[in-house]
């Protein structure tokens, strides 16, 4: 189950409250205050892990409490601290007030923590209100109330590259090939209801992740189709890669205008970032179909690269490429894996120099 937006309510722990006591010893008559300080209440702890995928495991949680502090005890004995709640998250998880909506905390790398609210403090006991005009003090200090905060968390992934494209233009069937994620395929649109990542490997040394992205249709900006729920998902890929299905009933230019209309009606920064197209089932069409493609959009013929076929035109520049695809036949996959890989750490150089 794929869950990537929640609603809660935490709470950090209260502190324990301190001890009222006097020593009592043999031969001592009288012995002085020696209550004990209470605990501290327990932090509320947000930690991103790897290992953690969804938000599933918070589905139907409405309060969760860090455990209160224990209370202080007689011979100057300190309350345990209260355990710490530790909320486990995947990277790309952001923590929301949910009645003002400002962000708290942005999770974006595997083991960072942070702290959303801390426990109360322990109270003082009474050894520590002692001195020559009080000398026996009947109070201790209670522990501080735990805080209190409703949240919503929203999980946006992180990828390298996201396949953005049509229903039933192949991207489930493109990222199957590709990497180590088994999404469900069919021949029907909307399969995939929910974005699958995968890693791709590249080579002994390289490897990038994917995600696809459920398909985007014309007015998705405005929440038709699946819409927004997953456009979010697209504004932390580093590359955008087009995945236009040349056996479709829509032009191949269309889909590749409506994709870009959507995404820079969505966000300004998306149309903005790096991207490549990939135009799928080449075996299931005329290469002319290819070069009409080519023409409409004016752009030119490369020599290819990577080992890509001869076959077909493409384009490769520093930036960018247009390669021709078949996921289903493994035509072109590996140019498009090296094609990948280059963009991602250029990508990655130009953010370094800044």
Same mark, same amino acid.
């Given at each position: 189950?794929?869950?990537?937006?929640?609603?809660?309510?935490?709470?950090?722990?209260?502190?324990?409250?301190?001890?009222?006591?006097?020593?009592?010893?043999?031969?001592? =008559?009288?012995?002085?205050?020696?209550?004990?300080?209470?605990?501290?209440?327990?932090?509320?702890?947000?930690?991103?892990?790897?290992?953690?995928?969804?938000?599933?495991?918070?589905?139907?949680?409405? &309060?969760?409490?860090?455990?209160?502090?224990?209370? $202080?005890?007689? %011979?100057?004995?300190? $309350?345990?601290?209260?355990?710490?709640?530790?909320?486990?998250?995947?990277?790309?998880? !952001? !923590?929301?007030?949910?009645?003002?909506?400002?962000?708290?905390?942005?999770?974006?790398?595997?083991?960072?923590?942070?702290?959303?609210?801390?426990? $109360?403090?322990?109270?003082?006991?009474?050894?520590?209100?002692?001195?020559? %005009? %009080?000398?026996?003090?009947?109070?201790?200090?209670?522990?501080?109330?735990?805080?209190?905060?409703?949240?919503?968390?929203?999980?946006?992934?992180?990828?390298?590259?996201?396949?953005? $494209?049509?229903?039933? =233009?192949?991207?489930?069937?493109?990222?199957? =090939? &590709?990497?180590?994620?088994?999404?469900?395929?069919?021949?029907?649109?909307?399969?995939? &209801?929910?974005?699958?990542?995968?890693?791709?490997?590249?080579?002994? +040394?390289?490897?990038?992740?994917?995600?696809?992205?459920?398909?985007?249709?014309?007015?998705?900006?405005?929440?038709?189709?699946?819409?927004?729920?997953?456009?979010?998902?697209?504004?932390?890929?580093?590359? !955008?890669?087009?995945? !236009?299905?040349?056996?479709?009933?829509?032009?191949?230019?269309?889909?590749?205008?409506?994709?870009?209309?959507?995404?820079?009606?969505?966000?300004?920064?998306?149309?903005?970032?790096? +991207?490549?197209?990939?135009?799928?089932?080449?075996?299931?069409?005329?290469?002319?179909?290819?070069?009409?493609?080519?023409?409409?959009?004016?752009?030119?013929?490369?020599?290819?690269? +990577?080992?890509?076929?001869?076959?077909?035109?493409?384009?490769?520049?520093?930036?960018?490429?247009?390669?021709?695809?078949?996921?289903?036949?493994?035509?072109?996959?590996?140019?498009?894996?090296?094609?990948?890989?280059?963009?991602?750490?250029?990508?990655?150089?130009?953010?370094?120099?800044?």
């Amino acid at each position: 189950m794929f869950v990537d937006n929640i609603k809660l309510t935490v709470k950090s722990g209260k502190g324990g409250a301190g001890c009222v006591s006097f020593r009592r010893e043999k031969f001592v =008559a009288k012995g002085g205050p020696d209550g004990g300080d209470g605990g501290k209440g327990g932090d509320v702890i947000v930690e991103c892990d790897n290992n953690t995928h969804t938000l599933s495991h918070f589905k139907g949680k409405r &309060l969760l409490k860090a455990s209160n502090g224990r209370p $202080g005890e007689g %011979r100057k004995k300190h $309350g345990a601290d209260g355990e710490d709640l530790i909320l486990k998250v995947p990277p790309g998880t !952001i !923590i929301k007030d949910a009645k003002t909506g400002e962000i708290l905390l942005d999770m974006k790398y595997h083991g960072q923590k942070e702290v959303l609210l801390e426990g $109360g403090r322990g109270g003082l006991g009474n050894w520590h209100f002692r001195g020559p %005009r %009080r000398q026996v003090p009947r109070y201790a200090q209670p522990g501080e109330e735990g805080k209190e905060l409703e949240i919503i968390m929203e999980l946006k992934l992180i990828a390298d590259v996201g396949l953005v $494209g049509f229903p039933n =233009a192949g991207k489930s069937t493109l990222i199957s =090939a &590709l990497s180590n994620a088994k999404p469900e395929i069919a021949n029907y649109e909307f399969t995939t &209801l929910t974005p699958k990542l995968g890693v791709v490997k590249v080579d002994e +040394y390289r490897s990038f992740v994917m995600a696809d992205i459920p398909g985007i249709i014309e007015g998705a900006h405005e929440g038709k189709g699946l819409g927004l729920e997953f456009l979010k998902h697209i504004e932390r890929t580093k590359i !955008i890669l087009y995945v !236009i299905d040349l056996a479709s009933f829509r032009d191949p230019v269309y889909q590749f205008k409506t994709l870009q209309k959507e995404l820079k009606n969505y966000s300004e920064t998306l149309a903005k970032r790096d +991207y490549a197209i990939a135009l799928n089932k080449v075996d299931a069409v005329d290469s002319s179909k290819v070069e009409e493609f080519f023409e409409k959009l004016n752009i030119p013929k490369t020599e290819p690269k +990577y080992g890509a076929s001869k076959e077909y035109p493409c384009y490769f520049d520093e930036k960018t490429f247009v390669l021709p695809i078949s996921a289903a036949a493994r035509i072109n996959l590996d140019a498009l894996k090296f094609a990948l890989s280059d963009m991602i750490e250029r990508n990655k150089d130009e953010e370094n120099s800044i």
